[in-house]
């Protein structure tokens, strides 16, 4: 470990080189490198995640550049996790970053949760977020949700190694008609930025053991209200 890269992180209270080396021994995989996506593996690859699994099979377009601030304009028309990838290596080359450039389904995706530590998703619909939170459930493994739409965003983390805990589908179903995404809808770059930067520290605080479960962190970041709500299960 780069101690030298890491000072601010060892100057922290209770934080010291054992916790740093459980930034650096675990997996993230990151379902969406959009606007959330490709904020928070900036700051996850910057922080000295060990391994890293990039899932995204759309491409980089013009109008993605104001929130999806890794990709550059000679980049445009290249696959997102292959051009994330190629940024991502630059800023830390001791992290291990692997770009699928596929639409993950079926056993391909569950086979890729459960060899993460954790689960992010930052995708913008919702048959990929029951997919996604069904493969979590499945495998048990610590998932993290990030959204964000106009000038609102929520981040969720569950821990479901624990029988109890709610998930995905105590806040949706498979037949919600409500959930919007940012194209039809827009969103401001800034609050894209703000929850991929809130996605990335919920991450960092499950690796380290500090996160709160089951509350989802609600921002209205128009008129700067932030609130968190209590997610129960429903038995689903």
């Known amino acids: 470990m780069n101690e030298l890269r890491y000072q601010n992180h060892l100057s922290l209270e209770s ?7 459980r930034i650096a021994q675990s997996t993230i995989t990151i379902f969406g490198i959009g606007g959330l996506g490709s904020v928070c593996s900036l ?5 000295g995640v060990g391994k890293i699994n990039l899932v995204d099979y759309d491409t980089v377009d013009e ?7 890794i990709y550059k ?3 445009i028309g290249m696959n997102k996790a292959i051009a994330a990838k190629k940024v991502l290596s630059d800023f830390n080359p001791e992290v291990n970053i692997s770009a699928y450039d596929e639409r993950m389904m079926g056993d391909n995706l569950y086979n890729l ?19 996604i939170n069904e493969a979590c459930r499945s495998s ?7 959204t964000a739409i106009r000038f609102e965003g929520q981040v969720i ?3 479901h190694a624990k029988d109890e805990s709610p998930c995905l589908n105590s806040i949706y179903s498979s037949m919600d008609q409500s959930f919007d995404d940012c194209d039809g809808a827009g969103v ?7 929850i991929g930067i809130l996605i990335a520290n919920t991450a960092l605080n499950v690796i380290i053991g500090n996160e709160n479960y089951n509350e989802m962190l609600v921002l209205d970041l128009k008129h700067n209200i932030i609130q968190r709500i209590a997610i129960k299960n429903d038995d689903n």
């Open 140 to 146: 048990k493994t610590k998932h993290v949700i990030g």
């Open 15 to 21: 934080f010291d080189q054992e916790t740093q080396e």
């Open 63 to 69: 109008t993605n550049l104001p929130r999806q601030v």
């Open 113 to 131: 949760v459960n060899e993460s530590d954790l689960v992010i998703d930052a995708t913008d619909n919702l048959p990929s977020r029951l997919q």
């Open 43 to 47: 700051y996850l690859t910057n922080a």
């Open 157 to 159: 983390a569950f821990d």
């Open 188 to 194: 401001l770059s800034t609050v894209a930025g703000t």
């Open 73 to 75: 304009l000679n980049q």
